[in-house]
């Protein structure tokens, strides 16, 4: 079925920054929200590109704000567990389709993007298990919907390509008792006696209870 007009990248709608060389115009997109804790992912696609459709998508689940203060900086709940992600469709071939994940790691992790490594990892389980195809390439991505290609090396070199790849890192990368640090990915502890990376600060121990826990 072609997808309407609405529900393709509009280069027009992209900030001027990026839009030159956009990788993803007139690929389809679809909106999705997934819980990292909880059990649920719901996915839309829209009919017209506008900012805000994630934040309807949580709207009845509890421990949510409604849709304006969930953005903002100092919700109360915000998105809760619930993580922001993008589905881009290749306009024709589906083995191309890309993930695409927002990210930061210094927002509140109720901020609706994930905030860690491991967060990344978790996310992908649960799409995953909610039938994404595992051989769905993995973007993070910045507010402006541009791939974000910091840690390119980290990502390399312990093959985070797919929704397959960091659904597995999980537990064989990023496990609490790691040298790489489950917050930034990087490879900050020499001994796993180290509490805190020299990166980003983390410490290993909460970014497993904040993902698991919250
Ligand atoms: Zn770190």
Redesign the pocket.
């Known amino acids: 079925m072609p997808l309407e007009h609405g529900s393709l990248i509009d280069p027009n709608l992209l900030v001027s920054s990026v839009r030159q060389g956009y990788p993803w115009v007139g690929w389809g997109i679809g909106k999705g929200v997934t819980h990292l804790r909880n059990d649920i992912s719901i996915f839309a696609v829209p009919k017209e590109q506008k900012s805000g459709l994630h934040s309807h998508l949580i709207q009845g689940f509890p421990n949510v704000d409604p849709p304006e203060l969930c953005y903002k900086p100092n919700h109360i709940h915000g998105f809760d567990g619930f993580i922001r992600w993008i589905y881009l469709s290749h306009p024709h071939d589906a083995k191309q389709d890309v993930l695409g994940i927002d990210w930061g790691i210094g927002p509140r992790p109720t901020s609706g993007i994930t905030t860690s490594v491991l967060s990344v990892a978790v996310l992908c389980q649960n799409v995953m298990r909610h039938g994404m195809s595992p051989k769905t390439r993995v973007a993070l991505l910045d507010p402006n919907l541009s791939e974000i290609t910091f840690n390119r090396s980290m990502i390399e070199s312990h093959c985070l390509f797919t929704v397959q790849d960091w659904a597995q890192s999980a537990s064989c990368v990023f496990h609490v008792r790691s040298l790489y640090?489950?917050?930034?990915?990087?490879k900050?502890f020499s001994s796993a006696s180290y509490r805190f990376?020299?990166?980003?600060?983390?410490d290993p121990n909460l970014v497993h209870k904040e993902v698991y826990h919250g």
């Open positions: 640090c489950p917050r930034c990915g990087l900050t990376c020299y990166r980003c600060g983390a």
